[in-house]
Structures are given as C-alpha cells and as structure tokens.
C-alpha cells in the first residue's frame, strides 16, 4: 500500500538559477544538492516550514543525459510559454508573502484577491513555471 508522496518535480531551465531562485528569494531550504557519475544533478528543495514531514521539490533539468534532447527542446518551449502551471503553497498572509517576494523581484500575474477558498495570487519563478500563492480560509 502506498502511504506517502515523497517527491514532485519541476522542470527548470537552469538548475543554478533555480537554486537562486528558491533558495534566496523564496527562502526554501535545499535537502539533497549531488551529482551522479552520469554528471546528472539531483537538487532537492522544500519549504522551511515544511515540518516533519518527508517532502521534496525535485529542481529538474531540462537538458537531462538521460531524456531524448527533442523532447527536452519541446518541454522547454512549454516552460518558457508559461503553460506549466505546478502547483500550490500555502502562507498565513498572502497579502504580505506577495509584497515581501515582490521586492526580492519574483513575478506574480497580479495582486491577491478574494477567492472562495482563501486570499490568492499567481506566482511565476525563473523558469516561466507558475503557482499560487494561497491563504487558506481557516473553518
């Protein structure tokens, strides 16, 4: 029985830009920075606040040895398109988590707004990959 995610990837066009990018202007924390024989790079990140709890973003090339180099060229364009919505995370105020990464020069879509499930804006991190940025409602 499965039990548990322990990984998600995100394809980036650069893995030290995205180190950059989640690291110092996201505030994340890296848990796995290792290059294989094959010179492939594994680079782990996760949220500070992430707890206990085994959880990993996979920072994933897109000019992996180990992909065909079309399919990589493809994948890029859709990044570099913006199309490669990847998720969510959560803060307590979405308001203020917008201006504070706002003045560090990360891209939003627009401002926060009201929604049914809580306050949300639309993030963009270096690769052209977007997420939201949620507060949930508390019940």
């Not at 065909?68 to 490669?84: S, Y």
């Amino acid at each position: 029985m499965i039990t548990k995610l322990s990984h998600i990837s995100i394809y980036v066009l650069d893995q030290e830009s995205a180190y950059d990018f989640y690291v110092n202007k996201l505030g994340f924390e890296v848990k796995t920075d290792a290059k294989m024989d094959n010179g492939f790079r594994w680079l782990t990140v996760c949220p500070k606040g992430q707890g206990d709890e085994h959880f990993e973003i996979v920072l994933m090339p897109t000019n992996s040895p180990m992909a065909d180099p079309a399919d990589m060229e493809t994948l890029r364009g859709l990044i570099k398109k913006g199309v490669m919505g990847s998720g969510v995370f959560f803060t307590e105020d979405c308001r203020k988590t917008y201006e504070e990464l706002k003045a560090k020069g990360v891209k939003f879509k627009g401002e926060p707004e009201e929604q049914f499930y809580g306050v949300e804006c639309i993030m963009e991190d270096d690769s052209g990959n977007w997420f939201s940025v949620t507060q949930p409602k508390h019940h």
